[in-house]
């Protein structure tokens, strides 16, 4: 049984209809990619300290910029690994062996960490990029915002587990997540971005 499966048989009930297998395929979708949403909105509450490029320049401009830390980076892939675990905690009951489509222990805590880390370094990609384009710390660019987190953590995935990533968000009626995915990160992050802001803890509402 693969862990899709597992996802699946706890997630239905032989008296579904098939709009209700669809709704739990998009809620699956998202739950299982709640470890790459909330590493980004971790580091903007761990950040500080020095920068991960150290400061360093590239053709004049900065390689990734003052706003990716080494405490970002660190405490942000600790929160997504840490609410990652809860996760399976809470389904561990229900689905033993796929955890709710996380997959089995312990190859499921290394799903956690790509998703995770992935999303930091897909950031991180993205600021690289806006560097490079001459933009400065900070300055919003759309799309590339949005999507360079999720970016990183889907391509991670595939690297590392693209069984995992394509009978989750792939296969089947599976593209459903993956849909779900894509429409709900623009709003999620930019609901999270505006709270960062009022908090006084982001400078800019994007
Ligand atoms: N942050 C951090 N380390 C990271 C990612 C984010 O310290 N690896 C913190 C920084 O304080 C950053 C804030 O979270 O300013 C918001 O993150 P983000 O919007 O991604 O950074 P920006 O400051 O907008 O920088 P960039 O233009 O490079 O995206
Ligand atoms: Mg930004």
Known sequence: ??????????????????????????????????????P???????GGGPPVDLGRSWRGRRLLGDGKTWCGLIGGCAAGVALGTLLMMIALPFDAQGLWGFGRYPEAMVVVLVLSLGSLLGDMGGSFIKRRLGRSRGASMPVLD????????????????????????????????LLTVLVSVPLLHRGVNIIGYRMGRKDVPW
Not at 153 to 174: I, K
């Open 146 to 177: 949005q999507y360079d987190f999720l970016i990183g953590s889907m391509l991670l995935l595939l690297v590392f587990y693209p069984d995992w990533l394509l009978s989750n968000y792939w296969e089947g009626n599976r593209w459903i997540a």
């Open 40 to 46: 980004n909105s971790a580091a903007v509450l761990f």
């Open 1 to 38: 049984m693969t862990p899709s499966e597992g996802c699946e048989k706890h997630l239905s009930t032989e008296s579904n209809s098939p709009m209700m297998e669809e709704v739990l395929i998009a809620l699956s979708g998202l739950w299982l990619m709640l470890p790459a949403l909330v």
